[in-house]
Nanobody, 125 residues
Framework: QVQLVESGGGSAQAGGSLRLSCAVS????????MGWFRQAPGKEREGVAA????????YYADSVKGRFTISRDNARHMVYLQMNSLKPEDTAKYYC??????????????????WGQGTQVTVSS
């Protein structure tokens, strides 16, 4: 049974930092893309960052480049999202996802198969 469990959400002031963690189990982790996605109320779910576990290839949404960093710990089957210089517009529920999307679409939510329950991130100005 595939399980993705996020942790680390919470509240932060604008300019602050948070680190999200995702524990992965029951999935062939080494040959998968792992992505972080977010969804704000009334908006569509959007890709934030993705990493191919096998090679470490990384993609970021333009809105978070230079502020967010995705990383993985292969031995522990963990994926992280370090979020710095947070902005109020980063407020959303953040989801970890696993899948094997086409290499050209690593930030497309519809191409991911497994999802965590999400963790809320709230950034105040």
């Amino acid at each position: 049974q595939v399980q993705l469990v996020e942790s680390g959400g919470g509240s932060a002031q604008a300019g602050g930092s948070l680190r999200l963690s995702c524990a992965v189990s029951g999935f062939s982790y080494s040959s998968a893309w792992m992505g972080w996605f977010r969804q704000a109320p009334g908006k569509e779910r959007e890709g934030v960052a993705a990493i191919y576990i096998g090679t470490g290839s990384i993609y970021y949404a333009d809105s978070v480049k230079g502020r967010f960093t995705i990383s993985r710990d292969n031995a522990r089957h963990m994926v992280y999202l370090q979020m710095n210089s947070l902005k109020p517009e980063d407020t959303a529920k953040y989801y970890c996802a696993a899948g094997r999307p086409p290499a050209s679409l690593p930030l497309q939510p519809a191409t991911y198969e497994y999802w965590g329950q999400g963790t809320q991130v709230t950034v105040s100005s």
